[in-house]
T-cell receptor, first 115, second 117 residues
């Protein structure tokens, strides 16, 4: 069964460092997302991406964040200068179509710990 | 703005008990979709069910059942004869059609279900 894969599963980084989280969406999917879950809290939308550009982003997704699809298979989330409050589980998701009833398939998450 | 409320933070039951997880949502749209996801201790998000706003039929899948009531804006989830493997955090989520054609998921805060032997 096709699945969304994320690497690494856990990343520890020092405050102020840049970090790149990687995702490989399901191959025929066209819509990609990043969500974040701070420990013990709800899952929050960060950004959606289609046709090589951001289609929507939340207030959380400030200038420290960026996304790209560098090679047609990977979908990355970059945090330029990490802060302690960026520590969270980051989920990548992909969907085949944009319609809101289309299931979003989530990866297993990357746990980012900023120290 | 859309909002999903899961008032139950944590529920503890003993194996074989039935348990209902509540979900109440707010939306101004007439067309929307509701989802339930399960997050086991390993951390991944597992899709359980999707329901659109025009279909109020209840659904049963094995030990799982869902009760969608538009009149009360609720989409409750019942596990019958709970098992230890059901222990997880369960998230209710809402998806609306946007003018741009795109949509995202708005999640509730989740309900942690602990099933003890």
């Amino acid at each position: 069964e096709p699945e969304v894969t994320q690497t690494p599963s856990h990343q520890v980084t020092q405050m102020g460092q840049e970090v790149i989280l990687r995702c490989v969406p399901i191959s025929n999917h066209l819509y990609f997302y990043w969500y974040r879950q701070i420990l013990g809290q709800k899952v929050e939308f960060l950004v959606s991406f289609y046709n090589n550009e951001i289609s929507e982003k939340s207030e959380i997704f400030d200038d420290q964040f960026s996304v790209e699809r560098p090679d047609g298979s990977n979908f990355t989330l970059k945090i330029r200068s990490t802060k302690l409050e960026d520590s969270a589980m980051y989920f990548c998701a992909s969907r085949e179509f944009s319609q809101p009833d289309t299931e979003a398939f989530f990866g297993q998450g990357t746990r980012l710990t900023v120290v | 703005a859309q909002k999903v409320t899961q008032a139950q933070t944590e529920i503890s039951v003993v194996e074989k008990e039935d348990v209902t997880l509540d979900c109440v949502y707010e939306t101004r749209d007439t067309t929307y979709y509701l989802f339930w996801y399960k997050q086991p201790p390993s951390g991944e998000l597992v899709f359980l069910i999707r329901r659109n706003s025009f279909d109020e039929q209840n659904e049963i899948s094995g030990r799982y059942s869902w009760n969608f009531q538009k009149s009360t804006s609720s989409f409750n989830f019942t596990i019958t004869a709970s098992q230890v493997v059901d222990s997880a955090v369960y998230f209710c989520a809402l998806s609306e059609a946007r003018g741009s054609g795109y949509s995202t998921l708005t999640f509730g805060k989740g309900t942690m279900l602990l099933v003890s032997p």
